[in-house]
């Protein structure tokens, strides 16, 4: 009985599988993303909405999150980027964070492992984010996760880990600022310099030679991926909350009202039905700026 | 002649104004509404004692006017809106693309009468974004004009309104007659503190990180600070919503149905609430701005934790 209960259930995961595959080709007529970012929120509220021990929302999250990167890399989706913790998590009580980061050392290397999705789908993982915040081990472990997988090059998947824009673009603009500041000092003590600027006033030229957009964009720690075509956020709240607020600028926003250990294949088909409906409008404004 | 307080228990009837005629025309306080008490000792204290300024504010009508279901407490201070839908909504009527443009103006002067009216301190408008350069010359031109008639225009309302003008954007690219006419409107209500209306003109978020980190990398180099110095808090100073108080909007309005941000203020908008409105901006009116701040009001904010 048992046995024949397995088959069924395997034959209709084969069924769904199968089902899924050609929705897939249907859709691959049209264009395909190629960068989906994730804000994975609503883990806590579903460990309340269903009774669940302290911990086992963020659990079940992983495993949705397992899921939509199937999804994608299936779809042919090349770059993923997933907001698995702000900077302002910080604040939250030292036990859930403890708990957080524990949780991220146990996946980190689970997805290390051979028969994961990592490997099974050729993905390079990157850790994008202040890592100077986390703990040794943690830090560590992200760091040989990095390393284990630089030769993958089929697809990407950056993990905002210490995270925020803000953090972010304040240190790109430090970096561009350090990079210039060598560049003057070198050309300077080498007799090129640009000359000095009177204290208290300065031409809008000098300004503008100074640093530009270009400069700033190659200091971002999501420097590796383009800018993303669709940023999903779950659990119904319509913010940003600090992610990728540069790239974002001309992204279409997906905020689908559930949870996130809920988000499933509808959700995924539905962002990108939308995300082909403006593409071309989209794709215009990024084009033009 | 610059604003003068009238308190009076009998409110003054003025004629209705034709819908052609922006609403500054027929101010404020001249309303058709008659207060339902006499007029309480905390505001002749207020007038006798206080500043002028202070008295406007506190006026027993603010309490009055909010519609049912908005909490003043819960109002948010800084509201910004993508004006979105214009041309949309001149095609779906056949007109000329020019009138999709008056017609958003004229929506425009309607919210900043509500905003002033249910004390939103200050209302950011994404008037014309870096990216609408690339528009068709004739369009780019009568939009100029339209600014320039916009504030010209409406100098003597902000006046007696007591309102603030800021402009934010790359202004180098825009006629020299209109910036000249932007930079002395915002020098001549600077003082003003009723209200801000801040009006980003040639701007994108983009081009506001770039102008702050090149303002900061030219104090590095005349010796001002070190590149090590820079941070968040050194960030904000150089960016162009530093003319206001509030320069993180609470609540960002994107009208027409549209999901994103089209590279509108980036940095400002960290933690604020977004609501993507389906009307066009020329048809979005007082309905949907009520509709937009009680969503608002039943948000949880966390700022990230």
Same mark, same amino acid.
């Given at each position: 009985?048992?046995?024949?209960?397995?088959?069924?259930?395997?034959?209709?995961?084969?069924?769904?599988?199968?089902?899924?595959?050609?929705?897939?080709?249907?859709?691959?007529?049209?264009?395909?993303?190629?960068?989906?970012?994730?804000?994975?929120?609503?883990?806590?509220?579903?460990?309340?909405?269903?009774?669940?021990?302290?911990?086992?929302?963020?659990?079940?999250?992983?495993?949705?999150?397992?899921?939509?990167?199937?999804?994608?890399?299936?779809?042919?989706?090349?770059?993923?980027? !997933?907001?698995?913790?702000?900077?302002?998590?910080?604040?939250?009580?030292?036990?859930?964070?403890?708990?957080?980061?524990?949780?991220?050392?146990?996946?980190?290397?689970?997805?290390?492992?051979?028969?994961?999705?990592?490997?099974?789908?050729?993905?390079?993982?990157?850790?994008?984010?202040?890592?100077?915040?986390?703990?040794?081990?943690?830090?560590?472990?992200?760091?040989?996760?990095?390393? $284990?997988? $630089?030769?993958?090059?089929?697809?990407?998947?950056?993990?905002?880990?210490?995270?925020?824009?803000?953090?972010?673009?304040?240190?790109?603009?430090?970096?561009?600022?350090?990079?210039?500041?060598?560049?003057?000092?070198?050309?300077?003590?080498?007799?090129?310099?640009?000359?000095?600027?009177?204290?208290?006033?300065?031409?809008?030229?000098?300004?503008?030679?100074?640093?530009?957009?270009?400069?700033?964009?190659?200091?971002?720690?999501?420097?590796?991926?383009?800018?993303?075509?669709?940023?999903?956020?779950?659990?119904?709240?319509?913010?940003?909350?600090?992610?990728?607020?540069?790239?974002?600028?001309?992204?279409?926003?997906?905020?689908?009202?559930?949870?996130?250990?809920?988000?499933?294949?509808?959700?995924?088909?539905? %962002?990108?039905?939308?995300?082909?409906?403006?593409?071309?409008?989209?794709?215009?404004?990024?084009?033009?700026? | 002649?610059?604003?003068?307080?009238?308190?009076?228990?009998?409110?003054?009837?003025?004629?209705?104004?034709?819908?052609?005629?922006?609403?500054?025309?027929?101010?404020?306080?001249?309303?058709?509404?008659?207060?339902?008490?006499?007029?309480?000792?905390?505001?002749?204290?207020?007038?006798?004692?206080?500043?002028?300024?202070?008295?406007?504010?506190?006026?027993?009508?603010?309490?009055?006017?909010?519609?049912?279901?908005?909490?003043?407490?819960?109002?948010?201070?800084?509201?910004?809106?993508?004006?979105?839908?214009?041309?949309?909504? $001149?095609?779906?009527?056949?007109?000329?693309?020019?009138?999709?443009?008056?017609?958003?103006?004229?929506?425009?002067?309607?919210?900043?009468?509500?905003?002033?009216?249910?004390?939103?301190?200050?209302?950011?408008?994404? %008037?014309?974004?870096?990216?609408?350069?690339?528009?068709?010359?004739?369009?780019?031109?009568?939009?100029?004009?339209?600014?320039?008639?916009?504030?010209?225009?409406?100098?003597?309302?902000?006046?007696?309104?007591?309102?603030?003008?800021?402009?934010?954007?790359?202004?180098?690219?825009?006629?020299?007659?209109?910036?000249?006419?932007?930079?002395?409107?915002?020098?001549?209500?600077?003082?003003?503190?009723?209200?801000?209306?801040?009006?980003?003109?040639?701007?994108?978020?983009?081009?506001?990180?770039?102008? $702050?980190?090149?303002?900061?990398?030219?104090?590095?180099?005349?010796?001002?600070?070190?590149?090590?110095?820079?941070?968040?808090?050194?960030?904000?100073?150089?960016?162009?919503?530093?003319?206001?108080?509030?320069?993180?909007?609470?609540?960002?309005?994107?009208?027409?149905?549209?999901?994103?941000?089209?590279?509108?203020?980036?940095?400002?908008?960290?933690?604020?609430?977004?609501?993507? %409105?389906?009307?066009?901006?020329?048809?979005?009116?007082?309905?949907?701005?009520?509709?937009?701040?009680?969503?608002?009001?039943?948000?949880?904010?966390?700022?990230? !934790?």
């Amino acid at each position: 009985m048992e046995r024949i209960r397995e088959r069924v259930i395997q034959i209709y995961g084969n069924l769904v599988s199968l089902l899924q595959k050609c929705i897939f080709c249907i859709l691959s007529v049209g264009p395909i993303p190629n960068h989906i970012a994730f804000i994975m929120d609503g883990n806590r509220r579903f460990t309340k909405k269903c009774k669940l021990m302290e911990g086992a929302g963020h659990k079940i999250g992983f495993s949705a999150l397992m899921s939509m990167l199937k999804y994608c890399y299936e779809f042919g989706v090349r770059y993923v980027t !997933v907001y698995a913790f702000s900077i302002e998590n910080f604040k939250r009580s030292p036990e859930e964070v403890q708990s957080l980061m524990d949780l991220m050392l146990e996946k980190i290397e689970e997805i290390l492992k051979e028969q994961s999705i990592v490997n099974r789908y050729g993905v390079r993982v990157i850790f994008s984010g202040n890592l100077k915040l986390l703990s040794e081990p943690v830090r560590l472990a992200a760091e040989r996760a990095m390393l $284990a997988t $630089a030769k993958n090059s089929k697809a990407v998947l950056s993990i905002c880990v210490a995270y925020t824009s803000t953090n972010e673009i304040m240190h790109a603009v430090q970096e561009s600022c350090e990079e210039k500041w060598d560049e003057i000092t070198l050309l300077n003590s080498s007799g090129a310099g640009y000359g000095l600027i009177s204290l208290g006033g300065y031409e809008q030229d000098e300004m503008d030679h100074l640093i530009k957009l270009t400069d700033i964009e190659k200091h971002m720690y999501m420097a590796a991926a383009p800018d993303p075509d669709i940023i999903i956020r779950t659990s119904g709240e319509t913010r940003l909350s600090n992610f990728l607020l540069w790239q974002s600028a001309n992204c279409y926003l997906y905020l689908p009202s559930v949870l996130w250990p809920e988000i499933g294949f509808r959700q995924f088909l539905w %962002a990108i039905l939308n995300f082909q409906q403006i593409h071309f409008y989209l794709d215009k404004q990024r084009k033009q700026s | 002649m610059p604003f003068s307080l009238h308190f009076s228990p009998t409110p003054l009837i003025t004629a209705p104004s034709p819908l052609s005629k922006p609403f500054f025309l027929v101010p404020y306080y001249h309303t058709l509404y008659a207060p339902k008490s006499p007029p309480c000792s905390s505001t002749e204290h207020a007038l006798t004692h206080q500043g002028k300024q202070e008295a406007f504010d506190r006026r027993p009508e603010d309490s009055q006017t909010l519609p049912l279901g908005l909490r003043r407490d819960a109002m948010p201070s800084h509201v910004a809106v993508i004006m979105d839908g214009n041309r949309r909504w $001149a095609r779906l009527r056949d007109l000329p693309v020019r009138s999709g443009y008056e017609a958003g103006v004229e929506s425009l002067r309607k919210i900043v009468e509500i905003c002033c009216k249910w004390g939103i301190k200050v209302l950011s408008v994404f %008037a014309f974004s870096s990216d609408n350069w690339f528009r068709p010359k004739v369009e780019v031109e009568f939009l100029m004009s339209l600014f320039e008639r916009g504030m010209q225009e409406d100098t003597g309302i902000f006046f007696r309104e007591n309102i603030r003008i800021s402009v934010i954007g790359d202004l180098t690219k825009l006629p020299k007659a209109l910036q000249e006419l932007m930079v002395n409107l915002e020098e001549a209500t600077k003082n003003n503190t009723r209200f801000q209306l801040i009006v980003a003109v040639s701007y994108s978020g983009h081009y506001d990180v770039v102008q $702050a980190c090149q303002r900061l990398a030219l104090k590095a180099k005349c010796g001002l600070i070190e590149p090590s110095d820079i941070n968040v808090s050194l960030m904000e100073q150089e960016l162009e919503t530093n003319c206001t108080e509030f320069p993180h909007p609470d609540l960002l309005i994107r009208t027409s149905g549209e999901f994103r941000i089209s590279n509108f203020m980036l940095w400002q908008l960290a933690y604020t609430e977004l609501f993507f %409105a389906q009307s066009l901006w020329p048809d979005f009116g007082e309905a949907e701005f009520l509709k937009a701040l009680l969503a608002f009001q039943q948000r949880q904010r966390r700022y990230g !934790v």
